[in-house]
Every structure is written in structure tokens, then in C-alpha cells.
T-cell receptor, first 111, second 113 residues
Framework: KQEVTQIPAALSVPEGENLVLNCSFT??????LQWFRQDPGKGLTSLLL?????REQTSGRLNASLDKSSGRSTLYIAASQPGDSATYLC??????????FGTGTSLTVIP | DGGITQSPKYLFRKEGQNVTLSCEQN?????MYWYRQDPGQGLRLIYY???????QKGDIAEGYSVSREKKESFPLTVTSAQKNPTAFYLC????????????FGQGTRLTVV
């Protein structure tokens, strides 16, 4: 069974702080890794997609890294804002775009 | 606006009844997916379709059925054989089933009483 673990489960930080969210997966032979954001009661929004041949991806204040050998990925958020408050989900695929999801990190950014 | 539309947003059904959840996309994507989300668990894949007229079972397909007769539509039927149907159901799509970004709908919350 493929398992994806996200630590911490919840995080509360003051506005402006830089932060790191962690994701680990049991099988390192991944095909793709994707980070998503989910607001309460809503669908998911893709933030970054890292293909297996890549080591990192950047979009604005977000940077995601991938270390396949250790089975880990991190999502770095710079200069956090209250609008960043949401649940962040890590997902890995082993064939195509069929993903296994972690349970997420619930982020609260305090103004 | 391009996107994925799931309807209805909330759905209530009596135990033992089949129910069909709608998913429509106007993104011209070949691949479509159904996931189920339960509290405290990660999303789990129910079914996926790589191309029209084709679909494959995911990890938790038992008690569910799908069809893919049109490129833009991928309805999910929750049958009476599904033991714990109450959940949040999410439909998704991507340009292909290989290495493209996944887009999600806003979800349907199904409650079976």
C-alpha cells in the first residue's frame, strides 16, 4: 500500500514568516508529485507539479523540492500572508496521473 | 469560464438507493478522475478515464460505476452496494494521464440516511 505522510498536521504562524511543509512517501519510485491547496468545503487547486526527473519547481512565493532517494518533498512558502491559510495536500503518482494523497497540513497565518 | 462543474453541491439519499453524481468539464481534457475524501483520510481514487469510451478502476471502485460516453462528461453512480457512501466526492481532469496538472471541481457532498 502506498502511503503519503504530511507533517505537521496543523501549523499556525504570524504573518510574514517563512515556513516549510513536509511530505514523505514510502515508495520512492514515483512518477509525479503534486502539491495542492484546499479551502474548507472546496475542491483542490494545484500549486506545483514536479515530474520525477525534476528536483524542484517554483511559482511566486512557493518552492517545492523533491528528493526521491529519501522519499521526501518540501513546500516552502515565503513571506506568508493571511490569504495563504488553507489545507495543503501532497500527492504522489506511480503511473500516470493517478495520485495517492496525504492527509494534509492545515495552515493558519495570523495577521 | 473554463473549468469543471460538479452537481449538485449537496445530495441526500436514503440507504439502498442508487445515486448519480454529475461531472462536466469544458477544458478539452482527455483524462478524468473521481476521488473520495473522508475526514482524517487522504483522497482516494475511485475510477479514472484516460480517454473517451475507456475507464479503469482505482483503489476503491467497489460499489461504484462510471461511464465516459462523451469527452466532457464523467458521471459517477454510487450504488446500494457501497457500504459507506457518505463522503465528499471530487471530480478532476488533466490534459492527459501522464504528466499534466490536475484540475478539480468544487465537489459534491453526499449524505446517505
Amino acid at each position: 500500500k502506498q502511503e503519503v505522510t504530511q507533517i505537521p498536521a496543523a501549523l499556525s504562524v504570524p504573518e510574514g514568516e517563512n515556513l516549510v511543509l513536509n511530505c514523505s512517501f514510502t515508495d520512492s519510485a514515483i512518477y509525479n508529485l503534486q502539491w495542492f491547496r484546499q479551502d474548507p468545503g472546496k475542491g483542490l487547486t494545484s500549486l506545483l507539479l514536479i515530474q520525477s526527473s525534476q528536483r524542484e519547481q517554483t511559482s511566486g512565493r512557493l518552492n517545492a523540492s523533491l528528493d526521491k532517494s529519501s522519499g521526501r518533498s518540501t513546500l516552502y512558502i515565503a513571506a506568508s500572508q493571511p490569504g495563504d491559510s488553507a489545507t495543503y495536500l501532497c500527492a504522489v503518482s506511480y503511473t500516470g496521473n493517478q495520485f495517492y494523497f496525504g492527509t494534509g497540513t492545515s495552515l493558519t497565518v495570523i495577521p | 469560464d473554463g473549468g469543471i462543474t460538479q452537481s449538485p453541491k449537496y445530495l441526500f439519499r436514503k440507504e439502498g438507493q442508487n445515486v448519480t453524481l454529475s461531472c462536466e468539464q469544458n477544458l478539452n481534457h482527455d483524462a478524468m478522475y473521481w476521488y473520495r475524501q473522508d475526514p482524517g483520510q487522504g483522497l482516494r481514487l475511485i475510477y479514472y478515464s484516460q480517454i473517451v469510451n475507456d475507464f479503469q478502476k482505482g483503489d476503491i471502485a467497489e460499489g461504484y460505476s462510471v461511464s465516459r460516453e462523451k469527452k466532457e462528461s464523467f458521471p459517477l453512480t454510487v450504488t446500494s452496494a457501497q457500504k459507506n457512501p457518505t463522503a465528499f466526492y471530487l471530480c478532476a481532469s488533466s490534459i492527459n494521464d501522464r504528466d499534466s496538472v490536475t484540475f478539480f471541481g468544487q465537489g459534491t457532498r453526499l449524505t446517505v440516511v
